[in-house]
């Protein structure tokens, strides 16, 4: 850290990212070889190097070595402030604004804003089939490739290059994937519910080819990217890879069913449609496409983010190969058995369900409510409540033999719309919950917690002085809390279908508060300077939040003098700041001077600890948290 002494220190782990670039803006070169690449600014995003060694997947001792050597041994090209970058390179830095906030754009128009609409209809007739299916899918549509598929794109031409300390291979073709896939996604939510309107089908269609060569141009991008980096393929990426194909293959699928139910002759035969390839077309989807992108990521970056367990290479192969069978299976399965009306094939379907849920779970069980991350900020709650999420998706996947042979049998009493579920076998409301839960309840938290975290670190904003999200966090959660049981309820008594229509207000409301926030820091916004006055003596006064944030030296000396809770990030930041040595000594019966004397020597190494506790006018630091 900077300091008043002539003399620079020493990098360590602890030392601030920002005050090592405002010392040495040379060194600028070193972090960019390792990913750094125009994230946060000129000074870079405010975390410590250990954080940012185990983000990018750098040993740490190296990297500390050999940022202390180029600052002791500067060449006249690092003592450059920062080079004029290539205009292409530039593009590749900042893409994925555009995408997010075209995202955000998607989910409060025609995602999550015409789903809230849908359900309100549906809650006012009391029934899932009031509604248009054209508009359903068109809706369902929004929120695959808009929400979600523009999150992941743009996502992955960002981070996806700093993974392999390397550049985004053609970053125009990124930019027209861009424009392709925002004119795909709104044509289709205009020209699928107008389709018998002249040349509105022609429209959807149209848009369909559109997201398709998006889709190729996309992972073309990803793929050369990896190729260029030199680097080979690991454990994780394999969830990456399938992911990519998954949403490939799905384009292509949805475009042929779009093009089959806009063009039945009559209800009878658009259901049949509907009945036999919508099912497939979801499980590719949500489990092939988007769940797999999330583990990828999620193994790679949760460890290295917030300190989560890492999965065994073992539980990683092995999931992954059980996922991906899961996953073809249970949609060539619904298939067959829907084609040949043999229900006989229901087993082998049943099992790649279990054996989906079994390998998700497994996977992820250390990173929900029993996760001890030992990096904890405002994105933990949004990744342990996703993950919790899947879990309650998956458990409910499984007990649908349960609930469609025993629960709906033994109700005592059913409304219109069980008894018609409980007739022909299949329930609208339980498999609409089951969908929910991890489409908002998993698949949009986890979009909120790692764009909430990724964007403030890529804007140079310190996530430690933004609020905690709380607002969205627990509209999104209560609403979908509502939607998953109350959708259920559905089934038992009618009373229950206007409580889950209302719950998609709740998640609307927090997802606009979520995008505001988010748009505001890509748009240049920043928390105001605090700025603290940094003293030349410690004093009985001082905070002891505060003065780890000063000398983080005093660190050992203070935890072993019985204060364990400052060990945690969280503590330091919150009740410390508030707790004075004076107090902290008497709460401990600790000598007060012994206590001053010792923190002064050790923050202060040489100077007296007997200097005047004056503090100077003309100095004014802002205060970066150590963590």
């Known amino acids: 850290m900077t300091s008043t002494l002539t003399s620079k220190p020493a990098i360590t782990p602890s030392t601030m990212l920002p005050d090592v670039l405002r010392s040495y803006p040379g060194l600028r070169r070193v972090f960019d070889r390792y990913g750094l690449r125009g994230c946060g600014g000129t000074n870079g995003p405010a975390e410590t190097i250990e954080f940012f060694a185990r983000a990018h997947g750098v040993d740490r001792d190296s990297l500390v070595n050999e940022l202390n050597d180029a600052a002791a041994h500067p060449s006249s090209e690092e003592n450059a402030a920062t080079s004029a970058r290539d205009r292409l390179a530039e593009l590749g830095d900042t893409i994925y604004r555009r995408f997010f906030k075209a995202g955000v754009v998607v989910v409060l128009t025609a995602g999550a804003a015409w789903g809230a609409l849908l359900l309100l209809r549906i809650g006012w007739n009391k029934a899932f089939t009031s509604i248009s299916i054209h508009d359903v899918n068109g809706h369902g549509h929004a929120q695959i490739f808009g929400w979600v598929g523009l999150f992941v794109m743009g996502f992955a031409y960002q981070a996806f290059p700093r993974m392999k300390h390397t550049n985004l291979w053609r970053p125009d073709l990124a930019v027209m994937s861009f424009y392709l896939m925002v004119f795909g996604i709104f044509a289709r939510a205009i020209g699928e519910p107008l389709f018998d309107l002249p040349m509105f089908r022609e429209l959807a269609v149209a848009a369909g080819l559109a997201e398709i060569a998006a889709i190729c141009i996309f992972v073309a991008v990803l793929l050369n990217t990896f190729r260029i980096s030199g680097k080979p393929y690991e454990r994780h990426e394999v969830f990456i890879v399938a992911a990519l194909g998954f949403f490939f293959f799905q384009a292509i699928y949805d475009l042929g069913l779009l093009y089959a139910t806009t063009a039945a002759i009559d209800r009878s035969q658009l259901l049949h449609l509907v009945a036999t390839y919508q099912a497939p077309l979801r499980d590719l989807q949500i489990h092939g496409f988007a769940l797999l992108m999330i583990l990828g990521v999620g193994i790679r970056m949760f460890p290295a983010l917030f300190g989560m367990a890492r999965p065994r290479p073992r539980l990683v192969t092995g999931s992954f190969v059980v996922m991906v069978v899961a996953i073809l299976g249970e949609a060539a399965f619904f298939l067959v058995m829907r084609r040949t009306g043999d229900y006989r094939w229901a087993i082998p379907m049943y099992a790649s369900m279990v054996g989906l849920a079994a390998a998700s779970v497994a996977l992820t069980f250390r990173w929900g409510f029993l996760a001890r991350p030992t990096e904890t900020d405002r994105?933990?709650?949004?990744?342990?409540?996703?993950?919790?999420?899947?879990?309650?998706?998956?458990?409910?996947?499984?007990?649908?033999?349960?609930?469609?042979?025993?629960?709906?049998?033994?109700?005592?009493?059913?409304?219109?719309?069980?008894?018609?579920?409980?007739?022909?076998?299949?329930?609208?409301?339980?498999?609409?919950?089951?969908?929910?839960?991890?489409?908002?309840?998993?698949?949009?938290?986890?979009?909120?917690?790692?764009?909430?975290?990724?964007?403030?670190?890529?804007?140079?904003v310190d996530i430690r002085r933004l609020r905690g999200l709380w607002i969205p966090f627990l509209l999104v959660n209560a609403g979908c809390l509502m939607r998953v049981a109350f959708q259920i309820a559905t089934d038992f008594r009618e009373w229950a279908y206007p409580v889950a229509g209302v719950s998609g207000l709740l998640e609307l409301s927090g997802i606009a508060i979520w995008g505001i926030h988010l748009w505001r820091i890509m748009n240049g916004w920043k928390p105001a300077d605090q700025p603290v006055i940094r003293p030349t003596r410690i004093t009985a006064d001082d905070k002891i939040g505060l003065i780890v944030d000063w000398f983080p030296e005093t660190l050992p000396v203070l935890v072993s003098k019985g204060f364990t809770p400052l060990a945690n990030p969280a503590m330091r930041r919150t009740i410390a700041r508030a707790v004075s040595v004076r107090m902290a000594a008497a709460h401990h019966q600790l000598d007060l001077e012994a206590l001053l004397e010792e923190l002064n020597a050790v923050a202060f190494g040489c100077q007296s600890a007997n200097a005047a506790p004056d503090r100077p006018s003309g100095v004014s630091l802002t205060v970066l948290n150590h963590a």
């Open 379 to 460: 994105s933990t709650k949004f990744v342990r409540f996703a993950v919790a999420w899947l879990h309650t998706s998956m458990i409910l996947l499984v007990l649908v033999p349960v609930y469609m042979r025993v629960v709906l049998p033994g109700a005592g009493s059913l409304s219109p719309s069980g008894q018609d579920a409980l007739a022909i076998g299949f329930s609208h409301a339980y498999y609409g919950a089951v969908r929910h839960a991890i489409t908002v309840g998993f698949i949009s938290l986890m979009i909120l917690g790692m764009a909430g975290k990724v964007v403030p670190t890529l804007n140079g």
